[in-house]
């Protein structure tokens, strides 16, 4: 099975996308970028949060020079618990969080942001979809989709992570 993987911005002046914006086969790695085009008018992007959808088994994110990095995680279901490396694997990501350090370190607003992720798909698509985009069970034009919500928010000075 084939996966096509797609982002939603939650904010209305956000058009945050995925690069390249192409499958992988269940069970299988793919490659991805996280594209920021700039911050809103005079703010500067300081703080991303990638809603995970189900039927991811894990991620990778880069961590850009000056940015931390934080995942969050859930119990994955039985069926979806797997060994990696000799390890048993219970939780799956639920949200990959980047903060700017500092407003210097900050994407501003007259430059691109491009942020790596290496993504592991699930062999199973369960869950519904929820009003976050949480679900892995989604049809969009005939192939199965998962939807990535993503949150930018931006600030104008030191006073970072300013929800807009």
């Excluded at 942001?113 to 698509?125: H, P, T, Y």
């Excluded at 931006?154 to 970072?160: G, P």
């Amino acid at each position: 099975m084939t996966l096509a993987a797609l982002l939603i911005a939650s904010s209305p002046m956000a058009h945050i996308s995925m690069v390249p914006n192409y499958g992988a086969a269940s069970g299988g790695y793919f490659m991805t970028h996280v594209k920021i085009p700039h911050g809103h008018g005079d703010l500067h992007t300081s703080k991303m949060i990638l809603h995970v959808p189900r039927g991811i088994a894990s991620v990778r994110p880069e961590a850009p020079h000056g940015w931390s990095v934080n995942i969050t995680t859930y119990d994955l279901a039985p069926e979806d618990r797997y060994v990696s490396h000799g390890t048993a694997v219970t939780t799956g990501p639920d949200k990959v969080i980047w903060t700017s350090n500092s407003l210097d370190a900050a994407l501003f607003d007259d430059h691109l942001g491009l942020i790596a992720l290496q993504l592991k798909l699930l062999c199973s698509f369960n869950d519904p979809v929820a009003d976050d985009y949480s679900g892995s069970n989604s049809i969009w034009q005939g192939q199965h989709t998962l939807w990535f919500k993503i949150e930018q928010h931006s600030s104008a000075d030191e006073a970072l992570a300013i929800d807009h």
